[in-house]
Every structure is written in structure tokens, then in C-alpha cells.
């Protein structure tokens, strides 16, 4: 296929505007000491996920407890939504101390692309995943309230 003429202008453009970026992008570092502090605070950030998540789901299991099959299906959904929470939270505080780790402009941007391409591939077969269980249950729990109706009748 031939480029317009535009197109080979445009082209050129970027090129050059991408090449200028990555010349500027390599000269400019990140000082060790904000590295650090950045890699500090994920980790922080990173635990303290961790123990809400784990807070959360205790609730969601004294919920299913006193609230019986319908709570139990509310929390097999809450805890899938936990656990997806977590699992982002995670992901995302993973990819602050990689950046913290780059050395250059250009570096920080791949990183931040690979966290994109990989949070947006993990949600997606979360919600996938997500709209199956929640058939399966609202099926199960429909086979619970006509065997409840079959009871009283």
C-alpha cells in the first residue's frame, strides 16, 4: 500500500517528535532516593490492601452465616469482587515499584503500557468469569424459591 503524501509528512513528524522524545527520555533519571521512597510506599500501600481485603471477606462470611443461601450467594459474588479488587490493587502497586525502578522517560512509559494491556486482559476474563457465576447462582437460587412455592402450595 503507497502513502499519500500526508501521510508520509505525518509519518515523518512523528517519527521525529518520537525520536526527540526518546533522546530526552534517556538523558533524564529518576533519583535512587525517589525510587525508594515510591518502592516504600507501594509496599505500605500494597499490605494495607491485603489486611482490608482480609477484614472483607471476614464480613462477608459472617454475613452468609446469619443471612442464610441468598446472603451465601451474595457473598460468593462480594468475595469474587473482592478478590478481583485485591488482585488489581496489587497489579497496580507491582507496576508503581517497577516504575520505580526506571531509569528513563521512555522505560516508565513501556511499563506503564504492559500495566494497561495487562489490567484490561485480567478484567475482561474477570467479567466474563463474573457474568457465568452470577447465571449459575441466579439459577441455583431460582430452583431454591420453587422449591420453596412447591413447599407452600
Do not use: C, W
Not at 15 to 39: L, Y
Request: net charge neutral.
Amino acid at each position: 500500500m503507497t502513502k499519500t503524501k500526508t501521510q508520509q509528512t505525518a509519518a515523518s513528524y512523528f517519527d521525529g517528535f518520537t525520536r526527540a522524545f526518546d533522546d530526552v527520555g534517556a538523558k533524564m533519571h529518576v533519583p535512587e532516593a525517589a525510587r525508594d521512597f515510591f518502592r516504600t510506599q507501594a509496599a505500605t500501600a500494597s499490605q494495607r490492601a491485603e489486611d482490608l481485603h482480609r477484614q472483607a471477606k471476614s464480613l462477608a462470611d459472617q454475613t452468609k452465616s446469619v443471612f442464610g443461601p441468598f446472603a451465601g450467594s451474595y457473598e460468593t459474588v462480594t468475595r469474587s469482587m473482592l478478590d478481583a479488587t485485591l488482585a488489581n490493587t496489587q497489579h497496580y502497586f507491582a507496576t508503581v515499584e517497577k516504575l520505580a525502578d526506571a531509569n528513563s522517560v521512555g522505560e516508565a512509559l513501556s511499563i506503564q503500557a504492559d500495566y494497561v494491556r495487562e489490567a484490561t486482559a485480567a478484567n475482561m476474563e474477570r467479567i466474563r468469569t463474573g457474568a457465568d457465576q452470577a447465571k449459575t447462582l441466579m439459577a441455583e437460587n431460582a430452583k431454591v424459591v420453587q422449591e420453596q412455592v412447591k413447599k407452600a402450595a
